[in-house]
């Protein structure tokens, strides 16, 4: 299975339009185009996932403007896009159709294929405890990393085709519930990558 875009070109700079955030703040948050091609007999839905496993693991550092993160500090995922049940004649999905604007304390009803569930991003667990943006962020929200990182962030989009129409999943479900839940059932799976970074000297 091939997962390509008109969005992203694999390993390049993704824009500001497909981003959370920039050097202003907020960006257009728009998710980008995906489409995938060589699906396997008996694929009855996909599933996707969008992460950054470049986050800092130290939040006391990030966004500061008296140091920078280091490069060699410890890091861990960051999903920032999952969703599940898309159906199986689907093959692609348009630049903003799931999302288009970054919205406070999260997308209650994001849209996406008819049919489709989609899950909450670490947004959600990133504005816990702030008065003005905690909430459930439901959906596609893009890169957003931390100015006074010194690691360029990646980001991968993965693409599961699926022998099962639907994942037995609470609601609302993480990107970990849809991969505990997708164990037995992947037939294939592609992926690609763009990277983001507001820190001017990279």
Known sequence: MQLTSDSLR???PIDREFAAGDARGFAPDRNPHLAWSGVPEGTRSFAL???DPDVPTVPETVGRTDMTIPRDQPRCDFVHWVM???PAEVRELAAGSCSDGFVARGKATPQGPAGSRQGLNDFTGWFAGNPD???QYLGYDGPYPPFNDERVH???FRVFALDVARLVLPEPFTAADMHRAMQGHILAEAALHGTYTLNPAL
């Open 10 to 12: 694999n390993g390049a």
């Open 49 to 51: 996932v969008c992460v």
């Open 84 to 86: 599940v049940g898309i």
């Open 133 to 135: 943006m905690s909430g």
């Open 154 to 156: 990646r980001y991968f």
